[in-house]
């Protein structure tokens, strides 16, 4: 049995501190159709997506489109099954709008846990698939089975929402306590291969750049050593960088760099495909984003820019010495139109000493929070007005949540 796994797509997503709003869109386009395509070569029986689906609560709706068109051609009309966790930042109830139509489509969205994922049994020429709590079960015409517990992401105050009366939970347990717990509930169905899917920050794993920070009650990190042996693979979303954290555990990492530091750090972006048989598995990645595609140049004068040689990638150019010439720049972004990823000048694009890596947030300001937001966004101050609407519209959310 063959699967795909992919993770952290961000559909909607602006790079980050690109001041020329660029809009990942196009990009996400093309590798989701080679993500379409690499699953159709290599003939893989499923595929899982762990999470992080869309970059925002309120995607815009050219992403959502996106997402449902590849689901569709990833399901081969209902006979090849797509799995989907919510990952930190996609809204749970957003994923779940489609599930009506997408579980009668071989397409199984779980996106909070101890809601079951299937309401029916489903049936097609190639497999059964059915569930029970946060268990799937999958049974090919080949006699083959493949059980996933799923696990998607949720804040600790939802996880205790939606378990409340739960026996299994002791409130004095830790978030990482309870998270094993689940986990450590036996599957109920008989199978070959046991699969854990997961969007977690799991210890030991390396950050990308530019993953949101997850608090796990009072631990940023979740304990592999937590995770049962039962499981023979672990597949997580949430880190950027592609890696695998022990013998079972892998991250697929994102699908495209998101800010400066990601194509520094891990320009390359992949799938990976995962072959089971009896006892073991052999994996293999396959590029989708190549390494010399995107980059970063770091240049002296906005005039060593013009002398540059066009690759025909994307491109992020760092500008030493501040903005001298309007005419250059023009210049410039002429002869990188459309993939110019952003231009910063008297500073590089990263944040090399990471704000709100050593600041904590909550001793910050609505304010100093909002405008550190938002230069990380955008690479520029917000403006008086903008500041102000934001604190207005905050006050009358905070006042109507009581
Ligand atoms: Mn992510």
């Not at 998270?179 to 390396?206: M, R, Y």
């Not at 704000?355 to 008086?384: A, C, H």
Request: hydrophobic share 40%; charged share 25%; glycine share 8%.
């Amino acid at each position: 049995m063959k699967i795909l796994l992919t993770a952290d797509w961000h559909l909607g997503k602006v790079f980050e501190q690109s001041q020329v709003n660029f809009s990942l869109y196009g990009e996400h386009e093309r590798i989701l159709e080679r993500i379409v395509k690499i699953a159709d070569d290599e003939k893989v029986d499923a595929v899982v997506i762990a999470g992080d689906i869309f970059d925002s609560y309120n995607p815009p709706n050219e992403a959502r489109s996106l997402f449902n068109r590849t689901l569709v051609e990833l399901s081969q009309a209902g006979e090849r099954p797509v799995i989907v966790i919510s990952g930190n930042h996609d809204s749970p109830e957003g994923l779940a709008s489609i599930k009506p139509f997408s579980e009668r489509s071989g397409i199984f969205i779980h996106h909070l846990p101890g809601v079951e994922i299937l309401s029916q049994d489903y049936r097609s020429k190639n497999f059964y698939a059915r569930s029970s709590g946060n268990w799937l079960n999958i049974e090919f015409v080949t006699g083959e089975t493949v059980t996933f517990y799923l696990l998607p992401y949720v804040s600790e105050t939802r996880l205790n929402e939606s378990f409340s009366g739960y026996t299994l939970f002791d409130k004095a347990l830790s978030y990482n306590e309870k998270l094993q717990a689940l986990i450590s509930e036996p599957s109920p169905f008989e199978q070959d291969h046991l699969i854990l899917v997961s969007h977690i920050f799991a210890e030991k794993g390396i950050l990308g750049g530019s993953e949101k920070t997850l608090i796990l009650g009072s631990s940023f990190t979740f304990e592999v050593e937590r995770i049962p042996k039962d499981f023979s693979l672990v597949f997580l979303g949430h880190l950027h960088m592609q890696q695998q954290i022990d013998e079972r555990i892998f991250y697929p990492g994102s699908i495209f760099p998101m800010n400066v530091r990601e194509i520094k750090n891990s320009p390359a972006k992949s799938v990976s495909i995962f072959e089971l048989h009896d006892g073991g598995f052999e994996r293999h990645i396959v590029e989708v984003v190549p390494g010399d595609y995107v980059r970063v140049v770091s240049l002296e004068t906005i005039e060593e820019a013009l002398r540059l040689e066009d690759s025909g990638g994307l491109i992020f150019i760092e500008v030493k010495s501040p903005l001298t010439s309007q005419t250059g720049l023009s210049e410039v972004v002429r002869k990188f139109r459309g993939r110019l990823l952003g231009i910063t000048f008297g500073s590089t694009g990263d944040f090399e000493d990471d704000y709100f890596g050593q600041i904590d947030p909550s001793t910050l300001t609505d304010r100093d929070l909002f405008t550190e937001f938002f230069k990380r966004q955008t690479g520029k101050e917000p403006d008086e007005e903008l500041v102000r609407i934001f604190l207005e519209i905050l006050n009358e959310v905070r006042n109507e949540a009581g």
